[in-house]
């Protein structure tokens, strides 16, 4: 039987999601899974105030905006812009200042990320630097010569590098995955009732990764039960896509009943921060649990959908998804509607 899919799956993505395999759907329905081109659709209907993008993707003022509301964000240390702004103390503004802030033991342990960027691309994550072989240690050991990581700093982000102190993961946590955080990707929904969370995910790093993400080889992602935070199912990332997984590769703890620490908090937080950012009304929470709390990691106005899908084994056009898009056409409508008489 053909599928006539009112997401408009290609057949990549619909080979992709494996939505062939009636033993990992069951009977979800296959027409309510978005691939790519549905979900810019999704995002621009929702996230029509284009011109707030630039707040979130900025991390340093999104982060500024939830502080002062009372959420907690990692603690950054230093920003790397290369001979931008005055000198201060939080900045490196040169390839010396950069060498001598990463040579300094005192700083460590550190998580690196580009101001801008996404998908954990460009990010490091250091444990101490080795001063006999002027070199930076990796959270798994590796040496990397500080030469030639500043080098890779300055060449590819000498718009914006940000060096964050590393936090480690609660005590619950790390018999599981080691000392690496594993967030919650929670998806919050700015309704006119308020905010609310339409779905959670638990990514968990594995093998060589030091970010969760679930694109890379290895890593974890795991469906939660909404009430309670525990795991329900887990997948892993392969080559070929993705399988089952009943224990952690790494430590082998079982996986499945397992429950996120501070799972009410962590929820609270998502909502609290949809309050916040309010006009850009669709995002997803990366969040972490930590043995103070938990924290809020990132925040993506451009959430993964895949990830929900694969996780709930159930595509995004559910009915809470739908009667937020509904609302969101009218309210999209009246904005310009305004806008217009203000020109």
């Not at 939505?19 to 209907?45: E, H, M, N, S, V």
Request: proline letters at 5%.
């Amino acid at each position: 039987m053909v599928l006539r899919l009112r997401s408009r799956l290609s057949i990549e993505e619909y080979l992709g999601f494996k939505l062939f395999d009636p033993d990992f759907y069951g009977t979800a329905d296959r027409t309510a899974f978005a691939g790519i081109k549905r979900a810019r659709q999704i995002l621009l209907q929702a996230n029509y105030r284009l011109d707030l993008y630039g707040v979130i993707d900025n991390k340093i003022a999104c982060d500024f905006l939830l502080g002062a509301h009372g959420l907690p964000v990692m603690p950054t240390v230093a920003l790397y812009h290369e001979a931008t702004g005055l000198p201060a103390p939080f900045l490196l503004r040169s390839t010396e200042e950069l060498r001598a802030f990463l040579s300094n033991g005192e700083r460590y342990p550190l998580f690196g990320k580009p101001l801008g960027g996404r998908q954990s691309l460009g990010s490091a994550s250091f444990d101490q630097y080795d001063s006999a072989r002027e070199a930076v240690v990796t959270f798994d050991g590796r040496k990397l010569a500080l030469d030639g990581f500043v080098r890779d700093v300055t060449t590819h982000f000498a718009s914006g590098y940000l060096f964050q102190k590393r936090v480690s993961p609660h005590s619950a946590v790390r018999p599981l995955c080691g000392d690496r955080l594993a967030t919650v990707r929670v998806l919050t929904a700015a309704t006119r009732q308020g905010p609310q969370i339409l779905r959670a995910s638990w990514k968990i790093p594995a093998g060589i990764n030091a970010a969760d993400n679930f694109w890379r080889i290895g890593n974890l992602l795991a469906q939660l039960d909404l009430e309670n935070g525990q795991i329900l199912h887990a997948v892993q990332t392969t080559p070929d896509g993705f399988e089952d997984i009943s224990h952690h590769p790494d430590t082998r703890g079982a996986l499945v009943g397992v429950t996120v620490p501070h799972w009410r908090q962590i929820l609270d937080l998502a909502r609290e921060g949809a309050r916040v950012l309010a006009d850009v009304p669709l995002l997803g929470w990366d969040i972490a649990p930590i043995d103070a709390g938990a924290v809020i990691v990132e925040v993506n106005h451009i959430p993964d959908f895949r990830l929900h899908q694969i996780a709930d084994r159930r595509g995004i056009f559910d009915a809470a998804m739908m009667r937020f898009l509904q609302e969101r056409k009218a309210d999209a409508a009246e904005w310009r509607r305004r806008m217009a008489a203000q020109a």
